[in-house]
């Protein structure tokens, strides 16, 4: 979402307030209160999170892209996405032998697979930032942005993994926004950290059986 995207919306660029020297738009302020919600809607396992992940991941698309962050401007475009993907799995998806879609455990096979696709997709993406893209901070951005796309198809699919993707991005991206300047998306990835512990907690008092 540039900035000639927002003109309508030009009130979202305007400075809410001043946090540690940098200024927070609007834009953030927002984007962060969708995006505590939707986290708490993915603990408690409620479909509405997905429609607040489309809206706050459109958001941080602007937001990112004007701090140059490519690499996580890009994963909002893919979350706004998947998120239909999400909502209609948690509303009618089943697993594979045809029960009601329900919190699960990878099997280790799984567990290998998505430790191979997180090898695999962070330096192709940083790599390609590096290559194509003006960012300061390839490979660190590149991390989360790899890491999540993993974490919301387990996310998607109702493996409590998922909550381990998040905390391996979230403790990333607090040392990446913090570097940038966004403080309070900084905060919130700084909470993102513990509701990761709290998730796991949640869905692990839900777990079904292992996925075969």
Same mark, same amino acid.
Not at 9 to 30: C, I, K, N, R, Y
Not at 139 to 145: G, S
Not at 198 to 208: S, Y
């Given at each position: 979402?540039? =900035?000639?995207?927002?003109?309508?919306?030009?009130?979202?660029?305007?400075?809410? %307030?001043?946090? #540690?020297?940098? =200024?927070?738009?609007?834009?953030?302020?927002?984007?962060?209160?969708?995006?505590?919600?939707? !986290?708490?809607?993915?603990?408690?396992?409620?479909? #509405?999170?997905?429609?607040?992940?489309?809206?706050?991941?459109?958001?941080?698309?602007?937001?990112?892209?004007?701090?140059?962050?490519?690499?996580?401007?890009?994963?909002?475009? %893919?979350?706004?996405?998947?998120?239909?993907?999400?909502?209609?799995? #948690?509303?009618?998806?089943?697993?594979? =032998?045809?029960?009601?879609?329900?919190?699960?455990?990878?099997?280790?096979?799984?567990?290998?697979?998505?430790?191979?696709?997180?090898? !695999?997709? #962070?330096?192709?993406?940083?790599?390609?930032?590096?290559? %194509?893209? =003006?960012?300061?901070?390839?490979?660190?951005?590149?991390?989360?942005?790899?890491?999540?796309?993993?974490?919301?198809?387990?996310?998607?699919?109702?493996?409590?993994?998922?909550?381990?993707?998040?905390?391996?991005?979230?403790?990333?991206?607090?040392?990446? %926004?913090?570097?940038?300047?966004?403080?309070?998306?900084?905060?919130?990835?700084?909470?993102?950290?513990?509701?990761?512990?709290?998730?796991?907690?949640?869905?692990?008092?839900?777990?079904?059986?292992?996925?075969?």
């Amino acid at each position: 979402m540039p =900035d000639a995207l927002l003109a309508p919306w030009h009130w979202l660029l305007s400075p809410a %307030f001043t946090l #540690w020297g940098a =200024d927070t738009s609007w834009l953030e302020l927002v984007a962060v209160v969708l995006a505590l919600a939707m !986290v708490g809607f993915n603990i408690r396992e409620r479909h #509405w999170g997905w429609p607040l992940a489309i809206v706050s991941s459109l958001l941080y698309f602007g937001l990112f892209s004007r701090s140059r962050l490519y690499g996580d401007a890009a994963l909002q475009i %893919f979350f706004a996405l998947v998120a239909f993907w999400g909502w209609v799995k #948690w509303l009618r998806g089943r697993r594979p =032998d045809g029960t009601v879609l329900r919190v699960t455990r990878l099997s280790a096979r799984g567990a290998w697979a998505v430790v191979a696709a997180c090898a !695999v997709l #962070w330096p192709a993406v940083a790599l390609f930032l590096q290559r %194509f893209t =003006d960012t300061d901070v390839p490979w660190w951005d590149a991390f989360p942005t790899a890491v999540s796309l993993v974490g919301q198809y387990l996310l998607g699919r109702k493996y409590i993994e998922n909550w381990l993707a998040w905390l391996a991005v979230n403790t990333v991206s607090v040392g990446l %926004f913090a570097y940038k300047g966004l403080w309070l998306t900084t905060g919130l990835y700084a909470l993102f950290i513990v509701l990761s512990f709290v998730g796991w907690q949640a869905w692990k008092r839900r777990l079904a059986p292992a996925a075969p």
